[in-house]
């Protein structure tokens, strides 16, 4: 994944903008976490690539928590059979109704990382940028099986 400055006047809407040139995937995650039915394959390396290519544009938290979270075990960090049931469990964490659920076999270095990305308020999300994400991600190595 590389970050680019589009440097085209012509295309005013265009000109100035940074944007995300990434390697053309053969399906979605989504399709992948469907196929896999569990954790995707060399899911940190993918992780650290979507922490590269977001911290130069200053995105932080949910994005990378999510993704990781799904990405090594194959299901949402929070629970629910639907988007609204997700929405509703969010809604409930955030209001300190309900704890984060993340995956038991999980390492103790993607929990952690998982529940900073994942912090119920901005103030304790904003403490890890995404250039830190980014590095604890390296930390962690490119290993197959990273959830385990």
Known sequence: METLTVDDPEHGELDGATVLVMELAEESLDALLRRSGGPVPDAARMIVEICEGTAFLHSQGWLHGVTAHLALTGRHPFLGATARS????????????????????????WCSFIADCLAPDHQTRSRHNAADLLARAHSFGFVAAAWL
């Not at 997700?86 to 270095?109: K, W």
Request: aromatic share 4%; glycine share 12%.
């Open 86 to 109: 997700h929405v509703a469990a969010i809604a409930a964490y955030a209001a300190g109704r309900q704890a984060l659920s993340l995956d038991p076999g999980l390492s103790p270095g």
